[in-house]
Nanobody, 124 residues
Framework: QVQLVESGGGMVQAGGSLRLSCTASGRTFSSYTMGWFRQAAGKEREFVAA????????TYVDAVKGRFTISRDNAKNTVYLQMNSLKPEDTAVYYC?????????????????WGQGTQVTVSS
């Protein structure tokens, strides 16, 4: 069983930055694909970014390319999401996810492990 704990959310003005962290329990973190989803109020959960176990490939949704950076530190069992140039439309609850399937380079809604979510609010 893997437990994921997110941190780093908060409120920021448009154009600002935040860094989300997700720390995993267990010894097999380095073999998992890790990623982030987000869910805005009244909308479906959407994929944001993912990073394969080895560090590549890295995948982003088009809406965050050039602004967000996903990275991982396998020694710390932690994945990060650096969010720059934030926009009001980035406001959402951000969820960390982990997938042990080595055939998957991204996380998907059916990925088995999820964090509890952290709120990001961007004001205009």
């Amino acid at each position: 069983q893997v437990q994921l704990v997110e941190s780093g959310g908060g409120m920021v003005q448009a154009g600002g930055s935040l860094r989300l962290s997700c720390t995993a329990s267990g010894r097999t973190f380095s073999s998992y694909t890790m990623g982030w989803f987000r869910q805005a109020a009244g909308k479906e959960r959407e994929f944001v970014a993912a990073i394969y176990s080895s560090g590549t490939p890295i995948t982003y949704v088009d809406a965050v390319k050039g602004r967000f950076t996903i990275s991982r530190d396998n020694a710390k069992n932690t994945v990060y999401l650096q969010m720059n140039s934030l926009k009001p439309e980035d406001t959402a609850v951000y969820y960390c996810a982990a997938d042990p399937d080595p055939r998957r380079a991204i996380v998907v809604p059916s990925s088995p492990y999820w964090g509890q979510g952290t709120q990001v609010t961007v004001s205009s």
